[in-house]
């Protein structure tokens, strides 16, 4: 589960950093063509699929800084609950759950907004991508 997870995270990070390397895909169909990176192109985007996955993307990039800082706090509780007398298991359950929860949730809305601008044909060759992915 949390390897499966690790790598679709990634997947998702890869994909991010695809979408905005060149920004200069607005001028022209032929530089999506040329430049669209084989995981993005092969599912052959129109112009407004592009567009809407772009903006999940970019939804997605401010919701994984937030949670960034978030595991940053978390870290820093690990470190104080370890060097503490006593480890609360407790306390280290709520707030690791509470972590893994928010990076699902976002992984959910952002999977929710490819989905919805996806063809089924497109979710077919998405899915497949992300299980090469998981078996790299």
Same mark, same amino acid.
């Given at each position: 589960?949390?390897? /499966?997870?690790?790598?679709?995270?990634?997947?998702?990070?890869?994909?991010?950093?695809?979408? $905005?390397?060149?920004?200069? $895909?607005?001028?022209?169909?032929?530089?999506? /063509?040329?430049?669209?990176?084989?995981? @993005?192109?092969?599912?052959? @985007?129109?112009?407004?699929?592009?567009?809407?996955?772009?903006?999940?993307?970019?939804?997605?990039?401010?919701?994984?800084?937030?949670?960034?800082?978030?595991?940053?706090?978390?870290?820093? +509780?690990?470190?104080? @609950?370890?060097?503490?007398?006593? +480890?609360? /298991?407790?306390?280290?359950?709520?707030?690791?759950?509470?972590?893994?929860?928010?990076?699902?949730?976002?992984?959910?809305?952002? +999977?929710?907004?490819?989905?919805?601008?996806? /063809?089924?044909?497109?979710?077919?060759?998405?899915?497949?991508?992300?299980?090469?992915?998981?078996?790299?």
């Amino acid at each position: 589960m949390i390897r /499966t997870l690790l790598m679709t995270v990634s997947f998702l990070c890869f994909l991010q950093t695809v979408a $905005f390397a060149d920004n200069d $895909f607005r001028e022209s169909r032929e530089h999506h /063509t040329q430049y669209m990176p084989r995981d @993005l192109h092969d599912l052959k @985007l129109t112009r407004t699929q592009h567009q809407s996955i772009e903006k999940a993307l970019r939804e997605n990039m401010k919701l994984l800084r937030k949670l960034r800082d978030k595991e940053h706090r978390f870290k820093k +509780f690990l470190r104080k @609950l370890f060097l503490s007398d006593d +480890f609360d /298991t407790r306390a280290y359950y709520e707030r690791a759950q509470k972590l893994s929860r928010e990076k699902i949730r976002i992984e959910a809305q952002l +999977f929710k907004a490819i989905h919805r601008v996806l /063809t089924p044909k497109q979710r077919e060759m998405f899915v497949r991508q992300l299980e090469e992915w998981e078996i790299d």
